[in-house]
């Protein structure tokens, strides 16, 4: 269909003039190259001038060593305006000096195209909405366009059958002003013919559009891309890449004079986000699902998700990141999951002080009145009211469904204080001689467990479902067998 959105895993090549916003006098024809997976490339005949020099009042030119960059490029090709942001020079040939004059060349890379208009910077607010779709959104979004049936007298198949396409009423909902539509966009049926044989073909894909009250940025628009696949990510508990983003323009203000109604103009936006997709892999397994919009509807999720999102994204993308790329070595494993959970903990703002403020402040200056006037300082920074990592990673434990909690390990004071010690090891001595192999392989899983269990219970997941997910997600419940081989023991000094 002439409306798809570019897809983030296909090439694309746009043939045009480009120049620099600061000198439109000063066009350059070239051509524009999108690789998957791999970069935006820019080739130039001609070319923007990218060396550092000084004019001196002499009149000598001093050219130094370094280049410039360029924020933004602009260009026009196959009758689209195109942006371009964070380009770099990656080779430039000038034919100063040669003895039969050409044009010059260069190549620029950049980090981010616009396809479809003139933007002077990633936070001029031009956009009306976001449309992000994402690696299993149709999967989480529990709904389809395709019905099928299949012939069966006397409970046989016949070979007789159907399959049809009936389009779905999206689903909405408004948090703080900024309206989040569940939609589906689906091809026109079609005959694929081959000398082998006809085949049919429909393509439906679920993308996720966001209205915000006012006109957003396109570095704001990324953000709101980002929610969204971190959601996903989290429900289906895989990484999650993005598939295409598109913005649409803000609608003039005058209708055309013809009288033809205003068409939304859209912008395809081609960049590298942080998970490359594999838009024709397989499905996530519904099995390793946490959760979909059938067990947490998508008008209930999506304003707890934005108010969780902000709130606790540094624990997010810490557990995120075991995910989308996992360290090689248990020590770093180790690190990130305690360190998730402690950040968890602190940005829940559970009650921490260990004893009253009071009664905290009467003690540490009596024991000030012991302590020379040179090294109070020093002193009074470490004598805090916080509590231990041991007490964090309790407390922390205790706020999913405590039942769910029980079935994932079998002595929680035991894992706190084996979790507490090796990570102090680790961070105080450089190792963790105290640990098994095995133990720390353990203690990463029931950790990001822990992390993860919380994050649910901020979305609202049933207690239900979370028991569910303990005993019989393929790996919270290996997770859980794990603990209970290794986890067991009577509790430890920390």
């Known amino acids: ?65 370094g280049s410039r960059t360029f924020d933004v490029i602009h260009g026009a090709a196959e009758r689209r ?18 003895r039969v004059k050409t044009p010059d060349k260069q190549t620029l890379v950049a980090s981010t195209a616009l396809i479809g208009v003139h933007v002077s910077d990633e936070d001029e607010a031009r956009f009306a909405a976001a449309e992000v779709s994402v690696e299993d959104l149709t999967l989480w979004a529990s709904s389809s366009i395709f019905e099928a049936t299949l012939g069966m007298p006397d409970g046989v198949p016949d070979g007789s059958g159907t399959i049809s396409v009936k389009p779905i009423d999206s689903q909405s909902v408004t ?18 013919h081959r000398r082998s044989g006809t085949t049919g073909r429909v393509r439906d894909t679920a993308f996720v559009r966001i209205v915000p009250a006012e006109a957003l940025s396109f570095r704001t628009a990324l953000q709101s891309a980002s929610l969204i696949q971190d959601l996903v990510a989290l429900a289906t508990h895989r990484a999650a890449g993005v598939i295409w983003l598109r913005l649409e323009l803000v609608r003039d203000e005058q209708a055309p004079s013809d009288g033809r109604p205003l068409l939304r103009r859209k912008v395809d936006v081609l960049y590298s986000p942080p998970v490359s997709t594999e838009r024709d892999a397989d499905a996530a397994d519904p ?49 990130t999951a305690v360190g998730a959970a402690e950040v968890l903990h602190r940005r829940l703002s559970i009650d921490e002080a260990p004893m009253p403020t009071t ?22 920074g470490v004598i805090r009211n ?6 964090r990673l309790i407390a922390l434990a205790n706020r999913p469904d405590a039942e769910a909690i029980s079935l994932l390990m079998p002595n929680l004071e035991h894992w706190a ?23 720390l392989v353990v203690i990463v899983e029931v950790t990001t467990a822990v992390v993860i269990l919380n994050l649910l219970h901020e ?11 303990v005993g019989e997600h393929p790996q919270l419940s290996t997770t859980a067998e794990r603990a209970t081989e290794l986890l067991a023991g009577p509790p430890a000094e920390s």
């Open 386 to 391: 916080d509590p231990t990592l041991r007490d």
């Open 459 to 469: 979305l609202g997941l049933s207690a239900e479902r979370q028991r569910e997910l």
């Open 1 to 65: 269909m002439a409306d798809d959105p570019l897809n983030l895993d296909e090439p694309g090549e746009w043939a045009g003039l480009w120049w620099l916003p600061e000198e439109p006098e000063n066009k350059f024809p070239g051509v524009l190259r999108y690789l998957p997976n791999s970069r935006i490339e820019l080739s130039l005949i001609g070319a923007f001038e990218n060396r550092l020099m000084t004019h001196t009042s002499s009149g000598v030119v001093l050219v130094h060593s």
């Open 175 to 192: 948090v703080d002003g900024t309206q989040f539509v569940l939609a589906h966009l689906h091809t026109l049926p079609f005959f694929d």
């Open 287 to 335: 099995r390793r699902v946490f959760f979909t919009c059938e067990s947490l509807p998508f008008e209930q999720v999506v304003p707890r998700w934005v108010g969780a999102h902000q709130r606790l994204q540094s624990a997010t993308n810490m557990i995120m990141g075991l995910r989308y790329a996992p360290a090689r070595y248990i020590e770093s494993n180790l690190l």
């Open 359 to 380: 009664e905290f402040k009467q003690m540490r200056a009596a024991m000030l009145e012991h302590v020379p006037e040179q090294h109070q300082d020093r002193f009074r």
């Open 417 to 439: 204080a084996r979790t507490a010690r090796a990570r102090n090891d680790l961070a105080h001595e450089g190792e963790t001689p105290r640990h098994s192999l095995e133990e």
């Open 81 to 98: 305006e195109i942006t371009l942001f964070d380009c770099h020079a990656s080779n430039t040939s000038r034919s100063m000096g040669a």
